[in-house]
């Protein structure tokens, strides 16, 4: 008695595809410029306020704590209308979103 076609069936003439042997989808090339710099010398291009200084390392790094630092800072320079911005993007992502967002948003020492 046979249930199904067995594994081995000589009759079948389907070849299984040859396996794909380039990178997995989202890996990077190593020797590529990850850094996403456009060749510009001056860093502050990037940064939207870079007049507002905010010191996070040696501070709590409690995203809550960043957010609120960030945020006390905005303010304090006049920068009010722009924190729900802020807050949006930067709380759209992960703990390391929020960094990277911040460090786009004022100058991070």
Do not use: K
């Amino acid at each position: 008695m046979q249930l199904g076609p067995s594994i081995d069936d000589p009759d079948d003439d389907n070849q299984l595809p040859v396996p794909w042997t380039g990178e997995p989808p989202g890996t990077l090339d190593p020797t590529a410029d990850q850094s996403g710099s456009t060749g510009s010398v001056d860093e502050d291009d990037d940064v939207r306020h870079p007049e507002v200084v905010v010191q996070l390392t040696g501070q709590d790094g409690n995203a809550y704590a960043i957010l609120g630092t960030v945020r006390q800072a905005l303010r304090e320079a006049g920068h009010a209308g722009d924190i729900a911005e802020f807050f949006a993007e930067a709380t759209s992502g992960d703990y390391d979103h929020l960094l990277q967002t911040c460090m786009r948003w004022v100058t991070v020492r």
